[in-house]
């Protein structure tokens, strides 16, 4: 049958990159189909309960930003919050959230069903429609043919995708869902290139039997116990509000231990790691806990979180036992730590093998070079996480509602968002494992923070029509109010005549010799903005940045002035060590050069820089992994070293 209406965009998959794909077309003015098999599984956190940390966190605040759901779902859903690295600097601060699944997953579901132009619709899709080298609409597993302008794929870990649990396997998506292997045959059909990786998750736990006065507990920010005890409970969303979070709860610690380890390699023998039976790379940098015993041998324990799954559940999510050992092993190797002597296992732990898709066969939209109008997003593309899948998604739907609309396709650079660190490695690279985000992924991300997304990205977000009044009126006070008490800032002068050396002292720590505007002072390491506006009895503060008069913004726009005066140093800085690195591109690399010994680099660097041993250091920045912050690091490395031979340019270098 074909269905009777026409789509401009139809979205194939309701996890996280699906929704937010079909979210952002919608909200674009695009009539939008999602299809998923299951209605009940939109929106879905298939492994981990929670959102959000290093890197990750950046992409869930640039997709709010954009108007995106993910971080108002999270502040609806989350059941504790925690500001990762907050004693370090701004660029690399991260908000994490345990979530509760059913809140989460009920938050987004009520935001789809309650989206203009948005109609969802239960069947699995097992092919496209293709005419020439256009796609056309998708058809399902009972031959319903749906007619779109454009498709996005967002099928996760379906796509023939297989479980692993010790030397036993079925097809499946993921634990209870079946797996889209025809799609997967037509996209091998299409001769796009593809690939196998694998992901896994471990056994669910029953709270009940689990003795938490042997672990350790770890409240969240705002919880009594946690950091930040009096500052409240942290937010994800630029609108998000304390208010929205349901109760919280603390996460607890336990450890492996040298019984564990023995548990774990008695089982190698049938492990489908060891064994040749999973062919696909797993995720470096959230191996299974057999990986990480084979990989780390040395040492005797390694940390276990146990997340609750939720409010109404006493399951538990133990975070660092990833596992496709065979369950008699996951039994007693769970058993083996302590406060888990007796614990009831509610779900085994296993391995997933899916096919991925070659990012590099993807233009920069994220729409396929040989298909016109059809984009991928999400694991098809070779990347792990929610958050990670979430952005992609969003990207995707941005790019096929435009080409809806007869506009240019849009792709944010990587000085301007981690979206457009993500998607540049990806098409640039590709990928050899599954891709996760990280800080160190970005060269200009001093510039890149959490703080800031709205800035960066909210206003091109409302020239395409993805934020909504509201958050545009919440941003423009914002903003406006940053830029009025900067500029204040920089016209208010002091000095000695007029300022007391004795508040001089207080503030800054010794007297002042000229004279100095309010901006340059505040960029001092040790002086703050609540200190600054304390100078002479409080006569420098202004009434317009204070709570009565911004409410809830003032803590942001005060966070905001007060960064920019102390990193814009810092920033234009970094600019210049990236121009450096790109007019380095055609030195030549010493051949003795041992990278196992460069220690500044990750091992992840090392190890691909001595596998590949590039020539130049344009060449080993494009090796997929090696990041503009590794090449910057090797540089300073090869500078320190006095390498013989090095600043010497290839004949290439010369030539250009």
């Given amino acids: 049958m074909l269905y009777p209406q026409e789509f401009d965009v139809i979205v194939v998959g309701g996890g996280h990159a699906g929704t937010e794909a079909a979210l952002a077309s919608a909200r674009m003015g695009c009539k939008t189909l999602l299809l998923s098999h299951n209605i009940e599984t939109l929106g879905q956190m298939s492994c981990n309960p929670s959102i959000g940390g290093i890197g990750k ?24 919050f925690r500001i990762l690295n907050s004693s370090k600097g701004p660029a690399v601060r991260a908000t994490r959230a345990q979530a509760d699944r059913i809140l989460y997953k009920a938050a987004i579901r009520r935001m789809l069903e309650n989206q203009p132009n948005l109609w969802l619709f239960q069947q699995a899709v097992d092919d496209l429609m293709v005419e020439g ?72 736990l029953d709270g009940r039997t689990i003795d938490f006065s042997q672990c350790t507990e770890q409240p969240g920010d705002g919880m009594p116990g946690g950091m930040n005890e009096t500052d409240g409970v942290p937010v994800f969303s630029f609108m998000g509000r304390t208010e929205m979070h349901p109760q919280q709860m603390p996460c607890w610690i336990t450890h492996t231990n040298e019984r564990t380890h023995e548990i774990i390699r008695s089982g190698f023998d049938r492990s489908p790691m060891f064994t040749g039976k999973i062919e696909g790379v797993g995720p470096r940098y959230c191996p299974s806990v057999e990986d990480k015993i084979n990989r780390f041998a040395d040492k005797d324990s390694h940390q276990i979180f146990l997340e609750p799954e939720g409010l109404t559940t006493n399951e538990y999510y133990p975070n660092g036992i990833s596992t496709s050992l065979p369950f008699d092993i996951q039994y007693d190797l769970v058993r083996s730590m302590k406060g888990l002597e007796n614990c009831h296992i509610l779900r085994p732990g296993y391995a997933i093998e899916y096919d991925y898709f070659d990012p590099r066969a993807l233009k920069n939209s994220f729409e396929t070079r040989q298909i016109n109008g059809l984009f991928f997003a999400g694991q098809i593309n070779g990347t792990t996480g929610y958050e990670e899948a979430a952005a992609q998604g969003l990207f995707a739907g941005i790019n096929a509602a435009l080409q809806c609309r007869g506009e240019a396709s849009w792709t944010p650079a990587r000085d301007q968002a981690y979206l457009g660190v993500l998607v540049d490695d990806l098409v640039t690279q590709g990928v050899t494992e599954p891709y ?71 503030v800054l720590g010794k007297a002042i010799e000229h004279e100095h505007n309010l901006f340059d002072l505040l960029r001092r390491p040790n002086v703050s903005y609540q200190a600054l506006m304390s100078l002479d009895e409080g006569r420098m503060a202004s009434p317009d940045v ?35 690195a790109a007019f380095y591109e055609h030195l030549r690399l010493p051949e003795s050069l041992d990278y196992m010994q460069v220690s500044a680099l990750s091992i992840e660097a090392r ?47 010369q030539s250009a």
């Fill in 546 to 580: 204070s709570r009565e008069t911004l409410g809830e913004l003032s803590a942001t726009v005060i966070e905001q002035v007060e960064i920019a005066a102390k990193y814009s140093g810092y920033i234009d800085r970094q600019k210049g060590e990236v121009e450096r």
């Fill in 57 to 80: 966190g950046h992409l869930v605040k640039e997709v709010d930003a954009l108007g995106g759901a993910m971080a108002l779902a999270t502040d609806e859903g989350g059941i504790q």
């Fill in 436 to 506: 996760r985000m990280f800080t160190s992924r970005a060269e200009f991300r001093l510039q890149l923070r959490e703080d800031n997304a709205d800035a960066r990205l909210t206003e091109v977000g409302r020239q395409m029509g993805l934020v909504d009044d509201a958050r545009w009126d919440a941003f423009s006070r914002k903003r406006d109010a940053v830029s009025r008490e900067t500029e204040r800032l920089k016209s208010v002068w002091v000095n000695p005549r007029n300022l007391p050396a004795e508040e001089s002292v207080r």
């Fill in 133 to 204: 080298d256009r796609v056309v609409g998708a058809v399902t597993q009972v031959g319903i043919r749906f007619r779109s302008r454009t498709v996005v794929l967002t099928a996760g870990t379906f796509l023939d995708g297989k479980i692993h649990v010790g030397l036993q396997n079925y097809a499946a998506g993921r634990a209870g869902d079946p797996p889209a292997v025809s799609l997967s045959a037509r996209l091998k059909e299409l001769k796009l290139p593809q690939g196998r990786l694998k992901t896994g998750t471990p056994p669910r």
């Fill in 607 to 653: 190890q691909k820089l001595a596998k590949h041993r590039p020539e130049t250091l344009g060449q080993a920045s494009r090796i997929s992994g090696i990041t503009p912050a590794s090449v910057s690091l090797l540089l300073i490395h090869l500078k320190k070293g006095g390498f013989k031979g090095f600043m010497q340019p290839t004949e290439e270098g």
